[in-house]
């Protein structure tokens, strides 16, 4: 059966500066944390780094054409600060006209510009004078937006704030796995809330500049589920992972407040840490960050089915496999446990729980957004799968039937929530191309165009050839 898209709905593809754009040292652009921390030993997979990564830098003119040629209607990007405002100080006017040009490339084909200002590439020297754990760094990304704003205002209507806050302070300052590696449940607790305030700083000074601008934040979310539905522990193991990873975030845009329960269930674990965060919750704060959004990006790879017990075969892992000391990135971690259930799994191991994205669309809808006016777009939503590489008729393709079939998946559950009353106006696949994943390094391929890291070649996957196919059709 034949499903169409809504006529306002849009079809896009993400990416992040870091990821593709290479370049790393030109222009005057200057070390970012990534630039940094992928050079720590055992940080990254094949301890590689995003030096060359897509050489989008170089390369955006026929990156845009091969948008244009999908049928892309928007393009989700990011800037980096460290190009920008190279250790966050004197605007460098090279890195900024990278940018003009690349808006007015995407303006020419006609391609909306979704501009993300953080996707967790602060420049190194913040980071040493303490980054998210230290609020001067708030003002020094107000700046960084309004140097953007100033640049790219007359022609980008879009602006979203944060990039998966989540990841950039609980997975970067408690966990160690990202940037700058830190293994604190204090730094992360700090991290997420100067992270919140830059956000809602940010939105209050670019809707001062411009009332008629799109203002947002895109949040990674998961459907966390009790391995027994009947077990009291498993229950609660569900509550904390739902609370730390979805609510933690979204109760303080939403609601001005963070979930009591969480704080308390911190505070058993770390009663200093939590000391340390209230008293970085300064008079005002909360008010700031729940300024009224207009957009909220929703991003989803997968649920997680928990148990407050540990498991007899031993733990679930899909995390890369490297040698740097981590720890959970839920600061109340202890009895939260992973349990396997018989789902597809992509190459990273993560499983594909399609009904799990429905669910939560319609759940932040009826409980955060649509009380509060703001619209939903899937920001983020892909897989990592090993490719097949073949020459046909003289002809290289690339074969991801994997793929393919997760983004139809995907797209089906998208159009569940829809039907189901949630508004959900845009869907970004991740990605655009095969990238630098953090730290997975070039280890996993995310993208529907694959990159040949050599020749930095790009060849159309058979899953950009059906996104190109449901985009023309606006249908399934």
């Given amino acids: 059966m034949t499903r169409s898209f809504p006529e306002n709905f849009l079809f896009g593809a993400a990416t992040a500066a870091y990821q593709i754009e290479g370049a790393a040292f030109e222009d005057g652009r200057t070390a970012s944390i990534w630039d940094a921390f992928s050079r720590e030993p055992g940080a990254v997979i094949g301890a590689e780094n995003g030096d060359v990564a897509c050489d989008h830098y170089h390369r955006y003119p026929q990156d845009v054409a091969l948008m244009k040629q999908l049928g892309l209607q928007t393009y989700r990007f990011s800037t980096s600060w460290s190009r920008v405002r190279p250790d966050g100080g004197a605007v460098n006017a090279a890195g900024v006209d990278f940018y003009e040009r690349l808006v007015d490339e995407l303006l020419s084909a006609d391609i909306l510009p979704w501009l993300t200002l953080y996707h967790w590439d602060m420049p190194q020297a913040l980071q040493e004078a303490g980054g998210w754990t230290n609020r001067d760094t708030v003002d020094r990304f107000l700046e960084y937006a309004g140097t953007m704003h100033d640049a790219l205002g007359d022609r980008v209507n879009v602006w979203t704030t944060l990039n998966e ?33 830059a956000h809602g700083k940010t939105v209050q000074e670019l809707r001062g500049r411009d009332a008629s601008l799109n203002l947002g934040i895109t949040l990674n979310h998961t459907v966390a589920d009790p391995a027994d539905p009947q077990n009291p522990a498993d229950i609660d193991a569900a509550r904390r992972v739902d609370g730390q990873f979805n609510r933690w975030f979204l109760d ?148 991801d039937a994997d793929r393919t079939e997760f983004l139809r998946l995907h797209l089906g559950a998208v159009l569940d929530a829809a039907e189901a009353g949630v508004d959900v106006r845009g869907y970004f696949y991740w990605s655009l191309f095969d990238n630098f994943e953090w730290a997975w390094g070039y280890d996993k391929r995310f993208g529907i165009v694959r990159v040949d890291y050599d020749t930095q070649e790009r060849i159309l996957k058979d899953s950009g050839r059906e996104y190109a196919r449901i985009i023309g059709d606006r249908a399934l």
């Fill in 165 to 197: 806050p989540w990841c950039s302070s609980f997975l970067s300052y408690t966990a160690g796995e990202h940037a700058p590696g830190h293994t604190s449940i204090a730094e992360g607790l700090l991290a997420s809330h100067h992270l919140l305030l």
């Fill in 252 to 399: 303080p845009i939403y609601r001005g407040s963070y979930p009591a329960d969480i704080v308390d269930d911190i505070r058993a674990v770390d009663a200093d840490a939590v000391a340390r965060f209230e008293a970085a919750v300064h008079d005002g704060d909360l008010e700031t960050i729940s300024q009224h959004i207009d957009t909220q990006g929703v991003n989803y790879y997968h649920g997680d089915l928990v148990s407050g017990t540990a498991p007899v075969e031993g733990p679930v892992s899909a995390e890369p496999e490297t040698e740097r000391v981590r720890r959970s990135p839920y600061p109340s971690s202890d009895d939260i446990h992973a349990v396997e259930r018989a789902l597809p799994r992509t190459a990273q191991n993560w499983e594909v729980q399609p009904e799990g994205l429905t669910r939560v669309l319609q759940r932040v809808w009826a409980e955060y957004a649509e009380p509060a006016g703001t619209v939903l777009y899937m920001t983020e939503n892909g897989a990592a799968y090993d490719d097949v590489v073949v020459v046909e008729d003289g002809e290289t393709r690339v074969h």
